[in-house]
């Protein structure tokens, strides 16, 4: 049967063809799964040659030009009878297991297109520059044979043989090259009809992938190497690993993920063998863990043997060498026991001194170390004497009550139970008296012993040499320490007995490295001087042999060298009043920079405070005409008095009240922005600089309209409104304006400003005009928004059971509808139906009327209204367009909806009845199965008799058929079968 597969040519896959387009050389990765480095690698050969008959003892080693096949003739006409050579280099493959092989050359001539021979495709030995006619290549093996159909072009730009058994014959020889011969068959290759020329660089396609290697490094627990012979080494948890390997490695990186398999088993009950796997790659260690599987599935005091082995998507390696282990589970069985002459368990305080615990094994034979740890801290081990021997050692208990607890542990690791050793310990070491608290200055610190024989004291400042003190005979002493450097500092002493028996004492300080500052007239936290006022700041180091200063006021900064005394002083003048921050550094000679040391402090506004709620320097409020208050102050205690004047006039004066406050009224007469300076005058007379306050007076120009007010709902559509524009500031020649969505436009001012804007609404709804003034000048305004409303002369209509989508209701079911008018005078609605007789209904609340309608049809349905006003005039008409459900109804009285009934088996009826006239028959569905039509009777209703056989909801939808075959919409029941 013929191939008819697009992707095949011949009956043999093109995908080595594709890879092989894909790249001319080089590797092409596998897609079957992303971390997979099995290849279909493209190899080009590197080298070609080819014999002649008519010249036998010619070489013919990678001639430019084609590779003639079979017999052709020369320009003269003589015969020449050729067999072409191509060789491939073959040693990146040795080990490799080979899934397929695709050679493919490309076909440059053929001597006669409507023959096309068979080629067949050999392996030899290699051509060399030895070869020739009469001395070719050795034939090992034919390959491959291949004959094209007159369905490939001629000549064929690719021609494909199957070349994996040549290649594995040769890989299986050990060799690293591999040539293949293209020739016509032996009673063919004298027909030069049939010759064929073929390009000198062709390729094969090679799938490989090479086998997992052999597991190395092979552990029964972590770190420690498998035993292979006896004795075997023991363990109390088998965490078996090894390293993994595999070869195949991609182009880009790629590497197989290895399924890795590890078999353990009892030594003498092999069929009882245990499997785990565990995935990795190429020189990773993989685990069998063995050791997480609940329960533990290794008995105690039995021998193992365990190997592994890796497997890719294609291959499984050979096992590895068998490893053998005996397990351990279990620890000494008794509890090591703890003695101490130092601190017996005796319920007594003894002398907080380092003292010896020795630990027993009670009598377990296979003990081999102690563990232990003192007042929960961390854990430590000491080994015994000898299997089961005692261990002893010291420690230093804290003051009070202390837990030294202990377990023993044999050869492998297994603990026994622990046992817990209270005991109570005196405070003996030093008491320190005394305080370090500034770098360079003597500290003076007495020692007493509570410890009895003290003869001396050993004292070192964390980082400074240790020294010695001699202590009185009463055990006291008293030494002086003196800082050189700051920050957290631990002052340690010990004290030693004559018998060499040590306690110590800690002492913690934090020693501040910022220099200290002080000030005149800037006091920290505090308010004083004033804008040029200066004040003097002096930095006194903390840190020893400081040479400079560096300091910032604000974000102001510079240096200041500093005196012999290490001291420094700048003299600062403030230029604006408010709150401070000042930064010290001291530097050293060597460079070292100390912490900041800051000073907090506020310079006093001498200049009047000036603030109002109205018109201020950021927001443009108010407008001309519009009174405004402004509140002075002062930070000066004596100010008694202001002096002032708005936009420059003539200056004024207010009193201030008995802390410094006053209040000045003003009214603008123009919008923009105005000033108001002040002075301020104390009890001596003495007056103030001054100060200026900026504010903004709203100068957008005022907008009325008498058909369209200001945020009311007025006028209609088609009723031209006239806006008109007074300005707030003097000198308007035109104002620019827009109506919220149309171009702005431009109307030049009268004389007195002002102007006049007619507008012509189109539709109803919400509008905004927009208007700014312009000076001669090119000055502009502020915006000024004027909002309103334009009537809609269309009455609205609201229905609370009918809407445009959805049905409700049905025929002959009234549902409430409201009307609303926008227009002022409207008395009452005129409404149709359908198309039916005109109706009036009254107002009844405001410009609304609320009444019933009842439809006559089902589906679409439309009512239209219009308002008429006393005089009778009726407005344009508003037309509402819904939905009336024609749906059937469902009853049962076996199955009511939505409610249990009936029982498994017992059969209930469902009468369906007309949503719609003239309905002919139903279509239903129960319980989603198939549709089932029932006819209507005269009545247009129909029953139907259904019976549940489970216990659970069941669902029914019915629509209807009229006799115009109009369906109705769905109606849907729900029920629940009694259990």
């Given at each position: 049967?013929?191939?008819?597969n697009?992707?095949?040519t011949g009956?043999?896959?093109?995908l080595a ?17 992303p ?6 690698r ?5 080298s070609w040659?080819?014999t ?12 430019p ?9 020369d320009a ?7 067999r ?15 899934t ?12 006669d297109c409507?023959?096309r021979?068979?080629v067949e495709l050999?392996?030899t ?6 070869s ?14 291949r004959q094209?159909t ?5 000549p ?8 994996a058994?040549g ?9 690293s090259?591999?040539?293949l011969?293209?020739?016509l068959?032996?009673?063919?290759e004298q027909?030069?009809?049939?010759a ?6 062709a390729g ?5 992938n090479?086998?997992p290697?052999?597991p190395?490094?092979?552990?029964t627990t972590?770190?420690?190497?498998c035993?292979t ?5 023991v ?8 390293v993994?390997h ?6 880009t ?12 088993w ?10 785990r ?15 997480q599987?609940?329960?533990q ?5 039995r021998?193992?043997a ?7 998507s294609r ?6 060498p068998?490893?053998?282990?005996r397990t351990?589970f279990?620890?000494?069985d008794?509890?090591p026991t703890?003695t ?7 319920r007594?305080?003894h ?6 615990f020795?630990?027993?094994?009670n009598?377990?034979a ?10 929960y801290g961390?854990?430590?081990t ?10 002893t ?5 804290r ?9 023993s542990?044999d050869?492998?690791g297994?603990?026994?139970a ?10 003996v070491?030093?008491?320190?008296n005394g ?8 500290a ?6 509570q410890l009895?024989g003290?003869?001396r004291?050993r004292?070192r ?8 003190v001699d202590?009185?005979?009463?055990g ?25 028996v040590?306690v ?10 910022e220099?200290?500052?002080s ?6 936290y505090?308010t004083?001087?004033?804008?040029g006022?200066?004040?003097?700041f002096?930095?006194?180091p ?6 400079s200063y ?12 500093a ?6 002083s700048?003299t600062?003048?403030?230029?604006e009043?408010g ?9 050293s000679?060597d460079g070292?920079?100390?912490e900041?040391?800051?000073w ?6 001498l200049l009047?405070?000036?603030?109002s709620?109205?018109y201020r320097p ?6 001309p ?7 002075l102050?002062?930070e ?5 008095a202001?002096?002032?004047?708005f936009?420059?006039?003539?200056e ?8 410094g406050y006053?209040?000045?009224?003003w ?5 923009g ?10 009890t001596?007379?003495t007056v ?6 900026t504010?903004?007076v ?7 309209s ?16 006239v806006f ?8 308007m ?13 431009t109307?030049d ?19 905004q ?8 000048d ?10 309103f409303?334009?009537r809609?002369?269309?009455p ?12 409700q209701?049905g025929?002959?079911v009234?549902?409430?509808f409201?009307?609303?008018s926008e ?9 149709r139906l ?8 009254a107002?009844?609340d405001?410009t609304?009327a609320?009444?019933?309608?009842t ?6 349905n439309?009512?239209t ?9 009726l ?8 939905v009336?459900?024609t ?9 009511p909806?939505g409610?249990?009934g009936?029982?498994?088996?017992v059969?209930g ?5 007309p949503?719609?006239?003239?309905v002919?028959?139903?279509v ?5 199965g ?8 005269a009545?247009?209703s ?7 056989t ?10 209807a ?6 369906r ?12």
């Open positions: 049967m013929p191939d008819k697009p992707l095949r009956g043999r896959t093109l063809a594709t890879l092989s387009m894909m790249v001319a050389a080089g590797t092409v990765v596998a897609t079957a799964a971390a997979a480095a099995y290849d279909v493209y190899e080009t050969n590197t040659g080819w002649d008959s008519k010249t036998p003892d010619k070489n013919n080693l990678n001639r030009g084609d590779l003639p096949v079979g017999t052709w003739k003269k006409g003589h015969p020449h009878t050729s072409a050579y191509l060789t491939f280099d073959i040693s990146r493959y040795r080990g490799a297991d080979i397929s092989a695709v050679l493919d050359v490309k076909e440059t001539a053929g001597a409507t023959t021979p068979k050999w392996r030995g290699p051509y060399t520059a030895k020739s006619w009469r001395k070719p290549p050795a034939d090992l093996a034919l390959v491959d044979t094209l007159d369905q490939y072009v001629c064929a730009p690719r021609v494909e043989f199957d070349a058994e290649l594995r014959q040769a890989l299986a020889e050990g060799r090259t591999l040539t011969s293209l020739r068959p032996a009673d063919l027909d030069p009809t049939l064929r020329k073929y390009a000198t660089r094969i396609s090679i799938d490989f090479f086998r290697g052999v190395t490094d092979l552990q972590n770190g420690t190497a035993t012979a006896q004795p075997y080494q363990v109390r948890s088998a965490s078996l690993s090894g993994v595999d070869r195949d490695l991609n182009a990186g790629g590497r197989d993920q290895l399924t890795v398999s590890f078999a353990a009892p030594v003498d009950q092999p069929d009882a063998r245990i499997e796997t565990d995935t990795a790659w190429d020189g990773d260690r993989a685990a069998g863990r063995f050791d599987i609940y329960p599935p290794f008995e105690h005091d021998t193992y365990w190997q592994m082995r890796a497997a890719d291959a499984t390696g050979d096992w590895s068998t490893c053998y282990f351990d279990r620890g000494p008794k509890p703890v101490s002459t130092a601190f017996p368990d005796d007594e305080f002398p907080g001194v380092p003292g010896d020795t630990f027993a094994a009598g377990a296979d003990v081999a170390t102690y563990g232990y740890s003192l007042n961390g854990e430590k000491v080994a015994a004497a000898g299997a089961g021997g005692s261990a050692v010291t420690l230093t208990p003051p009070g009550i202390n837990t030294l607890r202990v377990w542990l050869a492998v297994n603990r026994s622990t046992t817990d050793y209270d005991f109570l310990a005196r405070d070491s030093p008491i320190v305080r370090l608290d500034e770098i360079g200055v003597p003076t610190f007495q020692v007493r012993s009895d003290v003869v004291y004292y400042l964390d980082g400074d040499p240790e020294r010695t202590a009185a005979a009463d006291t002493a008293t030494f002086t320490v003196t800082a050189t450097r700051g920050g957290n500092r631990t002052l340690s002493v010990t004290g030693v007995t004559a018998a060499g040590e110590t004492s800690t002492r913690q300080f934090s020693l501040p490295t220099p200290k500052i000030a005149t007239v800037y006091e920290e505090t004083g001087g004033g804008q006022v200066p004040g003097v002096t930095f006194t903390r840190l020893p042999d400081t040479v560096r300091y910032r006021f604000g974000d102001q900064e510079a240096t200041v060298q005196g012999a005394a290490g001291t420094a700048v600062w003048t403030p230029t009043a709150w401070v921050n000042l930064a010290v550094w001291s530097v000679r070292t920079e100390s900041p040391a800051t907090f402090f506020g310079v006093r506004d009047p405070g000036i603030s709620d109205l950021d927001t443009w409020a108010g407008g005409g519009q009174a405004g208050e402004f509140r102050s002062s000066v205690p004596e100010m008694v202001y002096r002032y004047r936009d420059g006039g003539a004024q004066s207010v009193d201030a009240d008995a802390n006053a209040t000045v009224g009214t603008p007469e123009q919008g922005t105005h000033t108001l300076t002040v002075r301020g005058v104390t001596d007379g103030s600089a001054e100060r200026t306050y504010f903004l709203d100068d957008a120009p005022l907008v009325s008498e058909q369209y007010p200001k945020d009311t709902n007025s006028g209609l559509p088609g009723v031209a409104g008109t524009v007074t300005p707030q500031r003097p000198g020649v035109k104002y620019h304006y827009t109506f919220w969505g149309e171009e702005t436009k109307v001012a009268a004389a007195d400003g002002a102007a006049a804007i007619t507008w012509t609404p189109e539709t109803s709804g919400w509008r005009l927009t208007v700014i003034g312009e000076t001669a090119g000055t502009t305004t502020q915006p000024r928004e004027y909002t409303t334009v809609e002369p269309k609205t209509i609201v229905s609370y059971l009918y809407n445009e989508y959805d049905p209701g025929i002959g009234a549902g409430a409201r009307f609303d227009l002022p005078d409207t008395t009452a609605f005129v409404y359908n198309g039916g007789p005109e109706q009036t209904v107002v009844t405001g609304a609320e009444l019933t309608i439809p006559d049809r089902g589906f679409r439309t009512l209204v219009r308002a008429r006003s006393a005089s009778g005039e407005s344009p008409e508003a037309s509402y367009s819904f009336v459900s749906a059937p109804a469902i009853n049962s009285t076996t199955y909806y409610e249990p009936g029982g498994v088996g059969p009826v469902f009468t369906f009845t949503g719609l006239p003239d002919e028959s139903y239903y569905q129960f319980d989603n198939p549709e089932v039509t029932v006819p209507a009777g009545d247009g129909a029953s139907v008799t259904l019976t549940p489970e216990a659970r909801w069941y669902p029914i939808s019915v629509f058929i009229d006799k115009a075959g109009n109705s919409n769905y109606a849907y029941h729900w029920f629940v079968v009694q259990g």
